[in-house]
């Protein structure tokens, strides 16, 4: 049941927000604090449910709850965790708790900040429901659910394109979702079950090689919309840019995450031969992403734009990992979601809290010199570049490191010489990662500074240290013991892959 | 053992956490005034290390802040106490390790990875124990010289932090056991040398010099990571001793290319050619880093794990043969470009790639313990003569040899300490640098002139010189037609071309050692003073820890003296003092006939191509850097265009359909009548027709 109380918190919350705001909760400053309160609250219920959860048996999914939901069509109620989504459960919940933390002082432009609390509650139940989701049709209504609260975040508290932008980010992953249903709907059907823990255990038994190789085509379009996967990226880098901080925050931790999450969770066990068939083209879109987001990173001049395009160069490290079909390359893809939650969340408040000081987020216009006019702002920065570019004893390093092995040696059926020049391009495509950060670094933070440097630049709130510090802390503790994430995805990776 | 292990490395590691997240406080607490303000508006835009502490040359030699309030002084405490706790344990290791010389390893977890296993393990053998003690103590030399040196520095925390964190990376590479974990440690020595290349990134050049030191080596640590994968993934382990007894399971072909993609890695950390260019640059950072980065961390690491691997090169000879051609031309194009160097600083580090060429060429020569001889010989040797320019240069305010000169009777100690390092960077005897050599030499004299055509192996394996792991090593190699193992000598089946190529290079370089030496030294320290001011002698604290250290840099040649291969040889010997006799008489003489002018000038219309080292620089600006930035720009127009273009494209396309079959729905009654009108008359047309 904890796993009910986890999606049900907040929304009792955003329902709670429905009252009008003269009998509950008048004034921002109020609704913030309930909203800190109430995602708190489930943040504490995703610790308890991480500290109740048998490690032993990680490959089995726990917590369960498994009620009839629609009968005459065979939908349930279906929730539970494993090892692969407890992870992705508490960081989104993290995340989210830290969104809050962040909105109590620096409340994005465009005030209705009620409205904007609601959202925010309704996106976390939408990701914590797609991550403990067990049925194909509801794993379907989650990840649909944060659709419409991110396209009114970005519509209404974004940049000055952010009409554009948010049409774009909601059409096109509607467009991306519509093939995913059908493809849902397809395994379903030839399947004659929803229940997605049946269909991993049966390993694409009872479907043909042609239902196989489309239900995968379909499920991995829509996916590798929300990933996103090369060329199907361009709505991220207009819905970065435009959306507010927390929106950013949200939009790279934890949305993106549902696409990889999704082919490992749906596509990959239930029609492995549809995976084996397209995997050496998710490997080659992947590789193709990872030098052609990198490339595009170093031609950015926007720092959240640029950001945003490093996000399809780790993506690309993520679904490299999972092409390859070996335990080794799904845990690389795991281990990378969540370091690509840690840091990349880090680096949007980052890249929010500059935009805040210096009121753009314009390299040319920023100028140089953050190490002098603003050190803890630019120190932090320099931590979360750092991390992000690869570095070994912080998070980045590990997916990327995990995802090459995978390729070296790809699963048996796959093409070896393919992915070993995979291997070799997404190598080269770490260096130029580190090229574009070392670039921004560079630009952004060393040189003199461009007089007059905005007045309170260097203080950074007590907020602000409050919604670093746990993300700072966790990019360390991975990164310096990667045993405590891969312990947790190993055993439940070898199960969903077949192996013993 | 292995705790004792774990322990140095994670001393140095915890102080470089204590002094990022609390160094100035530590002084508040203990009662010391910090240093300087907050860096809020402290700007710095000056010629590179001259300018770092514009403040702390005026003052000339009077005790700096941080020596007033010495014990009071908290990033120093946390920089020097755990450095100093590190270098004891790590000379209690190698006692140990002197008297009983087996290795001793142990794990501390094993990471499941769902493939080859990551364990956090820990060896040390005699290499280690070694490279050990030689990096704990350069790294306490660098951390006190440094109190004084980086005094007026208002970021001296942070910059002691990343010391520290330098120091415990390279340590990490030195004492560990899983290739995963080495690499963990090697790329982190990579971002320090970032952090600390870049540390007055005020100026733009410094910034730049850091951001091309990472991203050279990276380069090449791409291929030193793939290349690991290779190893890992084929003798299905990343533990070194296990991995180097299953050798012979894996392929040749892995091999050599597992060998190869290594090479890529130790070429850009050891600064070798085609990755050599970070080298010069970074010289931009504050000179104890310089210290420490040619000393023992960094550059060290490349030569060291060729060493702990050497069994693989072994059963890999072509890549032998690929690190003696690089060797040969980063020896004798360094040794060139040092000559006509004009700036202190990178005279020494053209010396530091042609002097780790000589230790690469030793290693490819199969003169294994020579190359670690010198590569310790080196590591004393040259942090003298870093600390000793970094006194010149912070009395001076300059690093250029035109601002130098005279300072002989100035700066006694200094010019001393100094002389000591020349000295043995020219190799002449009995200083450190002439025995090492001439190990070296010696070694590649034998592989020229006995190469393929040995008595039969013996069983007697002189890798075990210097009492270490290669005893342990070795016998797994298989001997044969791979590798000839003589009484003294194991000879890689390198082609004799390149092991003569090698000796005679390795000759040459002793003379161009020897002429660029004598002139930096006349330049420096001889005739008249060019510079402006009254120098005296550096800070006590500077000074004495040079004074220090250049008594090994004298006397470490002798320790040589137990193993037969690094004795010296008559022949090899004779010809080596001649050579530097030749050398150094050349540049006397021509600095002779005019004391006040450079004695480059010979070189004529030579001397701007080997000042810019062959524009080797400018060549991979134009093949590398504009291209991919270039390509970058390519991308971000075609993204735009192309791939978003077909985005909005559709969505454009869609809209206009949507006009073309909005039309009939116009909201005009008469065109809907017209509509009615002409159903009917196609419907009954159809029912009178087929019907």
């Not at chain 2, 390790?97 to 040390?124: E, K, N």
Request: with cysteine.
């Amino acid at each position: 049941m904890i796993l009910v109380l986890l999606t049900a918190l907040p929304l009792l919350g955003a329902l709670a927000l429905l009252v009008p705001a003269g009998r509950f909760l008048p004034g921002d400053a109020a609704v913030v604090r309930f909203g800190a309160a109430v995602s708190g609250a489930t943040l504490l219920v995703a610790v308890c449910t991480a500290a109740v959860f048998d490690y032993g048996a990680g490959s089995r999914t726990q917590l369960g709850v498994n009620r009839s939901w629609a009968s005459s069509i065979g939908l349930r109620f279906h929730l539970g965790v494993d090892g692969i989504s407890l992870p992705l459960v508490v960081l989104t919940a993290l995340l989210t708790f830290l969104c809050f933390v962040h909105l109590a002082r620096h409340a994005p432009a465009g005030g209705r900040t009620r409205l904007l609390t609601g959202l925010l509650l309704v996106l976390e139940v939408g990701m914590l429901g797609t991550f403990t989701a067990l049925d194909l049709v509801l794993f379907f209504v989650f990840f649909e659910v944060v659709l419409v609260p991110m396209y009114a975040v970005i519509a209404i508290w974004g940049g000055p394109g952010r009409a554009d932008a948010a049409r774009k980010f909601i059409l096109y992953t509607l467009f991306g979702s519509g093939l995913l249903l059908v493809g849902m709907l397809l395994v379903g059907v030839k399947a004659g079950t929803l229940d997605m823990t049946v269909l991993a255990a049966r390993h694409g038994a009872g479907l043909s090689r042609g239902v196989q190789i489309g239900a995968f085509l379909l499920m991995g379009l829509g996916f590798a919309v929300k990933t996103p996967m090369w060329p199907l990226h361009t709505w991220l880098p207009d819905a970065h840019t435009e959306a507010p901080t927390v929106g950013s925050v949200l939009l790279a931790g934890a949305l993106l995450k549902m696409g990889t999450y999704g082919i490992i969770r749906v596509a990959l066990p239930s029609v492995p031969h549809g995976a084996a068939y397209w995997a050496p083209w998710l490997g080659l879109f992947a590789v193709i992403g990872i030098v052609y987001g990198a490339l595009a990173c170093l031609a950015q001049t926007d720092l959240k734009r640029l950001i945003a395009f490093s996000s399809v160069g780790h993506m690309g490290f993520v679904l490299l990992g999972i092409a390859t079909l070996t335990p080794v390359g799904v845990n690389a893809a795991l281990f990378g979601n969540i370091a690509h939650g840690l840091i990349t969340g880090l680096l949007f408040f980052v890249a929010g809290s500059v935009k805040e000081r210096y009121g753009t987020g314009d390299l040319r216009e920023l100028g140089g010199g953050l190490l002098s006019s603003a050190p803890r702002l630019a120190g932090t920065l320099t931590f979360a570049a750092v991390a992000s570019l690869g570095l070994p004893g912080l998070a980045g390093f590990w997916g990327e490191m995990l995802a090459l092995l995978g390729a070296y040696r790809p699963h048996a059926a796959l093409p070896r010489g393919t992915f070993v020049a995979f291997m070799a391009v997404a190598g080269l495509g770490a260096v130029l990662t580190a090229a574009y950060f070392l670039r921004l670094l560079s630009t952004l933070t060393h040189g003199t500074p461009r007089e007059p440097v905005p007045v309170g630049a260097a203080r950074i709130s007590a907020v602000e240290y409050a919604a670093w510090a746990p993300l700072v802390a966790g990019t360390l503790l991975v990164g310096l013991w990667p045993k405590t994430l891969l312990d947790v995805t190993t055993g439940p990776v070898r199960a969903l892959l077949g192996g013993g | 053992m292995i705790v004792l292990a774990a322990l140095i490395v994670l001393l140095p590691f915890a102080a470089a956490v204590a002094g990022l997240l609390a160094g100035p406080r530590v002084t508040r607490l203990l009662g010391g005034a910090p240093a300087t303000a907050a860096p809020e508006g402290h700007t710095v835009v000056t010629d590179a290390e001259a300018g770092a502490d514009p403040d702390a040359v005026q003052e000339g030699a009077t005790p700096p802040a941080a020596a007033r309030f010495g014990l009071r002084n908290g990033p120093a405490l946390l920089a020097c106490v755990p450095a100093g706790a590190a270098f004891v344990l790590a000379a209690i290791v190698g006692l140990t390790l002197w008297r009983s010389p087996h290795p001793r390893s142990g794990a501390l977890t094993v990471v499941d990875t769902g493939a080859v296993p990551i364990r956090v393990a820990f060896q040390v053998d005699g290499l280690a124990a070694l490279l050990g003690v030689l990096v704990c103590a350069v790294a306490l030399a660098v951390q006190l010289y440094s109190v004084a040196y980086m005094a007026k520095d208002p970021r001296y925390s942070s910059y002691a932090a990343f010391v520290s964190l330098f120091t415990a990376a390279m340590l990490l590479v030195v004492f560990s056991r899983d290739l995963l974990l080495l690499y963990v440690g090697w790329e982190i020595m990579g971002v320090c040398s970032y952090f600390l290349i870049g540390h007055h990134w005020e100026d733009r050049a410094n910034s730049r010099a850091a951001v091309k030191a990472f991203l050279v080596t990276r380069l090449g640590d791409v291929g030193f990571l793939i290349g690991i994968l290779v190893l890992g993934v084929g003798a299905s382990t990343f533990d070194i001793p296990t991995l180097l007894r299953r050798l012979d399971v894996l392929p040749h072909g892995t091999l050599v290319a597992a060998a190869l993609l290594l090479l890529a890695g130790v070429a850009g950390k050891s600064a070798q050619f085609p990755l050599h260019t970070w080298l010069p640059d970074a010289m931009a950072g504050p000179t104890p880093i310089s210290a420490l980065i040619h000393a023992a961390t960094m550059v060290a690491a490349g030569i060291y794990v060729v060493a702990r691997l050497y069994p693989l090169y072994l059963a890999a000879p072509a890549a032998l043969a690929v690190l003696g051609v690089l060797a040969v031309v980063s020896m004798v194009g360094a040794a060139l470009a040092a000559l006509a160097q004009d700036d202190l600083k990178r005279v020494l580090a053209y010396s530091t790639i042609s002097q780790l060429a000589v230790m690469a060429a030793g290693l490819a020569v199969g003169a294994k313990s020579a190359a670690i001889f010198h590569l310790v010989a080196h590591g004393a040797f040259k942090a003298v003569l870093f600390l000793a320019a970094g006194c010149v240069i912070f009395v001076t305010g300059t690093n250029l040899l035109a601002g130098h000169g005279g300072l002989r009777t100035r700066m006694p100690l200094t010019f001393a300490a100094m002389t000591v390092g020349f000295a043995a960077l020219a190799g002449v005897p009995p200083v450190s640098g002439w025995f090492s050599k001439d190990a070296v030499i010696e070694g590649a004299q034998h592989a020229a002139t006995h190469g393929g055509h040995l008595p039969a192996p013996g069983p007697h394996d002189a890798i075990s010189g210097l009492g270490e792991g290669g005893a342990a090593l070795s016998p797994h190699v298989k001997p044969g037609p791979i590798t000839i193992v003589s009484e003294t000598w194991t000879i890689p089946a390198i082609p004799t071309g390149i092991a003569w190529l090698i000796y005679l290079a390795l000759l040459l370089t002793v003379a161009l050692t020897a002429a660029y030496a004598m002139r930096a030294w006349l330049l420096t320290f001889f005739g008249d003073y060019r510079g402006t001011g009254e120098p005296r002698e550096a800070p006590r604290v500077m000074s004495w820890t040079i004074a220090a250290l250049a008594v090994p840099a004298a006397i470490l040649g002798f320790f040589g003296l137990g193993a037969d291969e690094l004795r010296p040889h008559p022949v090899s010997a004779l010809l080596g003092v001649a050579l530097l006799a030749a050398g150094a008489a050349a540049t006397y003489l021509v600095w002779k006939r005019d004391p006040a002018a450079d004695p480059a000038r010979v070189l004529g219309r030579v001397r701007p191509v080997l000042a810019r080292a062959f524009l080797v620089d400018e060549l991979y600006a134009a093949a590398v850097v504009r291209p991919v930035r270039r390509l970058a720009h390519g991308v971000a127009v075609v993204d735009r265009q192309d791939v978003d273009g077909a985005v909005t494209g559709t969505a454009r396309l869609t809209r206009r359909l949507a006009d073309v079959v909005r039309r009939p729905g116009g909201g005009d009654p008469q065109s809907y009548l017209t509509g009615v009108l002409a159903g009917v008359v196609v419907i009954v047309a159809v029912v009178v027709v087929f019907l």
